[in-house]
């Protein structure tokens, strides 16, 4: 696989800066919503429906809304059939499985992690 170079200022890929492209990215792709649906996609192509019922406590709104987002970035692939009623499908791109990789990483931390968060907070609440 061949990584492709950024061809932009080196402004626009400065997280540090408010006015950066990857700041807007990274705004995109950072929240619990978008992981999860990046995170269940990579296991298979879904029908809206069943992802719904893949990530517990999404609402409809925020699941259209998210997966917009991650078609727009590029991340994920919409497929629809011409069947009545229309189907759609949902599924990760090349770049959006190499973001679950990174998902992988974090989800893998959290569970290393579980414990010890939970004591730091039952510590900090108490």
């Not at 990274?26 to 995170?39: G, M, Q």
């Not at 269940?40 to 699941?63: A, C, N």
Request: contains cysteine; aromatic residues 8%.
């Amino acid at each position: 696989m061949v990584t492709k170079q950024f061809a932009g200022t080196a402004d626009e890929a400065d997280l540090r800066r408010a006015d950066s492209l990857a700041r807007e990215i990274f705004s995109d792709v950072a929240n619990k919503w978008a992981l999860l649906i990046i995170e269940t996609l990579g296991e298979r192509t879904l029908r809206f429906s069943e992802l719904r019922d893949e990530v517990e406590g999404i609402s409809h709104k925020m699941l259209t809304q998210n997966l917009r987002m991650l078609e727009r970035n590029g991340l994920a692939e919409r497929t629809v059939y011409p069947t009545v009623p229309p189907r759609v499908e949902y599924t990760l791109t090349a770049p959006g499985q190499a973001l679950r990789a990174t998902v992988d990483l974090i989800c893998g931390w959290t569970h290393q992690y579980f414990g010890h968060i939970e004591t730091a907070r039952r510590r900090f609440d108490g």
